[in-house]
């Protein structure tokens, strides 16, 4: 089992940045792949981006080239760089631990999410 806990959320402007954290505890943190989800009210939870054990990537579309995703397995800790935000990006976003990176989620360790409110 892996304990999630974000940090990092918060108000920011159209255009500004947030580093968003997730320390893990628990279990072995380098076997697993992990990512960041994210929520807005009223629509389902999606994939923003993950990262492998081998430390390949993927992104969502509405993401790719402002926000960044990695990992420092000595620290026990995923990041996510997020630049250029919009108000589109405003939701609680969630750290997911995939232990067998297969994207199963019923398999996954969440985080207790983290808000980011991006407005004027």
């Known amino acids: 089992q892996v304990q999630l806990v974000e940090s990092g959320g918060g108000l920011v402007q159209p255009g500004g940045s947030l580093r968003l954290s997730c320390a893990a505890s628990?279990?072995?943190?380098?076997?697993?792949?992990m990512a960041w989800y994210r929520q807005a009210p009223g629509k389902q939870r999606e994939l923003v981006a993950a990262?492998?054990?081998?430390?390949?990537?993927n992104y969502a579309g509405s993401v790719k080239g402002r926000f960044t995703i990695s990992r420092d397995n000595a620290k026990n800790t995923v990041y996510l760089q997020m630049n250029s935000l919009k108000p589109e990006d405003t939701a609680v976003y969630f750290c997911?631990?995939?232990?067998?990176?297969?994207?199963?989620?019923?398999?996954?360790?969440w985080g207790q999410g983290t808000q980011v409110t991006v407005s004027s």
């Open positions: 997911a631990a995939d232990p067998y990176g297969l994207g199963i989620r019923s398999k996954f360790s």
């Open positions: 990262v492998t054990s081998s430390g390949s990537t």
């Open positions: 628990g279990s072995i943190f380098s076997r697993y792949a």
